[in-house]
């Protein structure tokens, strides 16, 4: 059974432009998290999805935003892109609410 | 609030030493899980264990051990006879009903385990 699956794994974008994720969560699972990962802040919770709804939404601001498409795909979307947006981000999916989380190797973005 | 803590933020060992890494959880729910993952230099986090709040029994996996105990809201992980392999950062993580699928870290805890 294939794994979490993120790309790209790595990506460098200038200040102010825009950057979309995309995750494939494990076949059979519908629900998708989104996680920042940085030295100072440790891992947060960015947003998750299920069925297509975003159920829950971590303390970011309105720049970082997602989708989830009706195979359980998912996307997220980071507009004017600022230093501090540099980080690893993860994507987890999961067959239940309250089930163990299976990780991605996660997205490395740099913003120069 | 949920709060996770793991006061020990990095550890050294050498290979063959048995190493414990201590969480300690906060959360006014009754029903909640608790989880261990490891993340090695590839960074992806690789799950281990899930807990609910209702089964206190330890747990054991090879060389891997949970003790989990609510009376100190602690769940705590032991590597028995640690490797090199073993060498990672470790988080510990909580999800409680109220947000379901919202996991809440620790800040992790860094293993490494030298010859």
């Known amino acids: 059974k294939a794994g979490v699956t993120q790309t790209p794994r790595y990506l460098i974008k200038t200040r102010g432009q825009q950057v979309t994720l995309s995750c494939s969560p494990i076949?059979?699972?519908?629900?998708v998290s989104w996680y920042q990962q940085t030295p100072g802040q440790g891992l947060q919770f960015l947003f998750e999805?299920?069925?297509?709804?975003?159920?829950n939404k971590g303390n970011f601001p309105g720049r970082f935003s997602g989708r989830q498409f009706s195979n359980s795909r998912s996307e997220m979307n980071v507009s004017t892109l600022e230093l501090g947006d540099s980080a690893l981000y993860l994507c987890?999916?999961?067959?239940?609410?309250?089930?163990?989380?299976?990780f991605g190797q996660g997205t490395r973005l740099t913003v120069v | 609030a949920q709060k996770v803590t793991q006061a020990q933020t990095e550890i050294s060992v050498v290979e063959k030493e048995d190493v414990t890494l201590d969480c300690v959880y906060e959360?006014?729910?009754?029903?909640?899980?608790l989880f261990w993952y490891k993340q090695p230099p590839s960074g992806e986090l690789v799950f281990l264990i899930r807990?609910?709040?209702?089964?206190?029994q330890n747990e054991i996996s090879g060389r891997y051990s949970w003790n989990f105990q609510k009376s100190t809201s602690s769940f705590n992980f032991t590597i028995t006879a640690s490797q090199v392999v073993d060498s990672a950062v470790y988080f510990c993580?909580?999800?409680?009903?109220?947000?379901?699928?919202?996991?809440?870290f620790g800040t992790g805890t860094r293993l490494q385990v030298t010859l």
């Open positions: 987890a999916s999961s067959l239940r609410r309250g089930a163990e989380a299976f």
């Open positions: 076949s059979g699972h519908r629900s």
């Open positions: 999805y299920f069925s297509e709804t975003q159920r």
């Open positions: 959360t006014r729910d009754t029903t909640y899980y």
């Open positions: 807990r609910n709040s209702f089964d206190e």
């Open positions: 993580a909580l999800i409680y009903t109220g947000t379901a699928s919202k996991l809440t």
